[in-house]
């Protein structure tokens, strides 16, 4: 394939390209396939309950909103579960970072789809920390009964025995899972359409489970280097941990 040359760029490396290119294409050809058959899903499960959410409202004052009032003018919604929950002091560095690559695209998804963040920490702590953040396209729902949670596995409650044993949970010991899930509305219907399982799926030697890589730019700008992603995480703070 005739394709663009850098400058004293070698005929190995021009072919090694090539073939990488190759690969790319096929990869963005995957990708689409992929994405097509996730939006060809049958109809998915209904809600058990119409969930109870706490937000800040048009005056900045906290107020609850149902999950079937989340969806607005449209048809789908999409819920990321945030670790932060109660037994947190400082929530999950991962989930932090990707919401920080995730605010910009919050300006624009909202007109294709509402976005929501949830989390089990009072709507007060997690505006803060929104504030402290700087993310500005973000909107939270704290989840004030957890019941969400547990239903669609933001945290570990109804995960199956064998899943508690990979994670070393003992009998009562929980955690808070991140985990995006996107819901449908049929006239009076609400569906679950699909969650991002591979997070919960066995990992390959090497890597972390990548179920929120295509909307996490810091992976995708690594994976860019000869040094790739490699072992780093990001904390908090911004620096590796």
Known sequence: MDHITYPNESADYRAARNE???AEIALRRQIEAVAAQRRALPPGGEIPEDYVFER???FQRPETVRLSELFGDKQSIILQSFMFGP???VPCSGCTHMLDSIDGGARYVDDRTPLYVVAKSPIARLVE????RGWKHLTFLSDVTTRYSADYFGDTRKFPPSMRADRKLGPGEEWDETIFN????DGDIIRHHWGSEMAFAPEDPGQHHRAGDLVDALWGLLDMTPEGRGDYFPTVEGGKQ
């Open 182 to 185: 996107s819901f449908r509305k």
């Open 87 to 89: 037994e947190r002091d």
């Open 129 to 132: 920390w929104a504030r402290v």
């Open 56 to 58: 800040i409202g048009k």
């Open 20 to 22: 990488l290119l190759d």
